[in-house]
C-alpha cells in the first residue's frame, strides 16, 4: 500500500496515540482501492514502488497521493470512531473527561474533510501535470488517454469555467457524464468532426498534433460552453436519488444549516438563464471560428458551415432540444 499509518498520522495532525494502526487499516485499503481507481492500475503500481528523495518533484507528489488516501480513510472511519459492537449490539462509547460532539460540529468536521479530500486530489493532479518529467508509465497508459478525452478533464479546470463548482471533486464526478454527453452531442457538431478530433489529439499529445495559439483560444471558448450546457442538463437531477425504495428529492437539513428544495419558478428561472448562457457560449465558438477559418486552419469547417445560421437553443421545439 501507499498510505503507512504513520504517514496518516503527519497528514491528519492531531490524532491520539491510541488510534492503532489495527483500527485503521481495513478503512486504509478501502481508500487505496478508491485512489487505484481514481489514477489506474499503471501510475499506482509506480507510485507504490516510489521512494522519493526530499524536496523533489516524486516527493511533493507521493505526499499529496498521501493526503487524498488518508482523507479517504479518514471519511470511511469517521462515523464508527466512537462505536463498540459487542454482543449486547451497538453502544457509543465515551471516555471520562470528554464531552460528544454536538450536531453542527460534526457536520462541519464532515465538510472540512470533505474540502481537504478536494485538495489533496486536485493538489496531486495538479503536480502531476505541472511536472517536469512525468511518469512514463502514466504518459503510455491507457487511463492517460481516458483522463485526456474531456475538454474537462477535472474538478480544477471546469472551476476556471464554471466557477461555482469550487473546485468539488464531487461536483466534478456529478458532472462528468453530462459533459462528455455535450461533447458529443453539441461540441463536436457545432466545430466538425474535423476540428473536434485536432483537439482531441493535441491534449493527449497523439499523432504528433501541437496545439497553436488559435486552437488554444478556441479550447477556452468550448470550454466555457461545455461547462454551461453540461450544468444545465444535469440540474433536474443533481438533488434527485433513485434507488431500491424509489425515487426521492434530496434535501440537507441540520442544525447548522437549513437547505430546502428550490420551487418551480426559481428552478425555471435558473434554467432560462443557463440556456441563455449556453446559447452565447455556443455562438462565440462558431463566430470564433468563422474568424480565424481558412482553407489553412479548420478548412472542412471553413469550406461548409462558416456561413450558416448561429445556434439558437430558444429557437429550437422541445422535441429537437439537444439539452432540455
Not at 116 to 144: H, K, V
Request: net charge negative.
Amino acid at each position: 500500500m501507499i498510505l503507512t499509518h504513520e504517514n496518516f498520522k503527519r497528514e491528519l495532525g492531531g490524532l491520539q496515540s491510541g488510534l492503532s494502526q489495527a483500527t485503521m487499516e481495513p478503512y486504509f485499503r478501502k481508500a487505496e482501492m478508491w485512489f487505484k481507481k481514481q489514477v489506474g492500475n499503471d501510475l499506482y503500481g509506480f507510485l507504490n514502488e516510489l521512494e522519493p528523495a526530499v524536496d523533489t518533484e516524486d516527493f511533493e507528489l507521493k505526499q499529496l497521493a498521501e493526503g487524498a488516501i488518508a482523507w479517504y480513510a479518514f471519511q470511511l472511519v469517521q462515523p464508527r470512531l466512537n462505536i463498540k459492537i459487542g454482543d449486547a449490539g451497538f453502544a457509543k462509547m465515551l471516555p471520562s473527561n470528554h464531552v460528544a460532539l454536538t450536531k453542527w460540529e460534526y457536520v462541519k468536521l464532515e465538510e472540512s474533510n470533505a474540502s481537504m479530500l478536494d485538495i489533496c486530489i486536485e493538489g496531486f493532479w495538479s503536480t502531476l501535470e505541472s511536472m517536469t518529467n512525468q511518469p512514463q508509465e502514466w504518459l503510455e497508459s491507457e487511463d492517460y488517454e481516458i483522463r485526456n478525452r474531456l475538454f474537462l478533464k477535472d474538478a480544477a479546470e471546469l472551476t476556471r469555467h464554471l466557477p461555482l463548482v469550487k473546485n468539488s471533486v464531487r461536483m466534478f464526478e456529478s458532472l462528468k457524464y453530462y459533459i462528455e454527453k455535450i461533447e458529443i452531442t453539441l461540441i463536436e457538431e457545432t466545430i466538425t468532426s474535423e476540428v473536434f478530433e485536432r483537439l482531441k489529439q493535441g491534449l493527449a499529445k497523439q499523432n504528433n498534433v501541437v496545439l497553436n495559439d488559435i486552437d488554444k483560444k478556441l479550447l477556452s471558448r468550448i470550454r466555457d460552453a461545455v461547462a454551461l450546457c453540461a450544468l444545465l442538463e444535469a440540474l433536474p437531477y443533481l438533488s434527485v436519488l433513485i434507488d431500491a425504495e424509489g425515487v426521492r428529492i434530496v434535501v440537507k437539513t441540520d442544525s447548522t444549516r437549513n437547505e430546502i428544495e428550490a420551487d418551480y419558478d426559481s428552478k425555471s428561472n435558473l434554467i432560462q438563464k443557463l440556456t441563455t448562457d449556453s446559447s452565447e457560449a455556443l455562438n462565440k465558438v462558431r463566430e470564433y471560428m468563422k474568424l480565424v477559418s481558412s482553407e489553412q486552419q479548420y478548412p472542412t469547417f471553413y469550406q461548409t458551415i462558416a456561413d450558416s445560421e448561429p445556434f439558437d437553443i430558444f429557437s429550437m421545439d422541445d422535441d429537437q432540444h439537444p439539452i432540455l
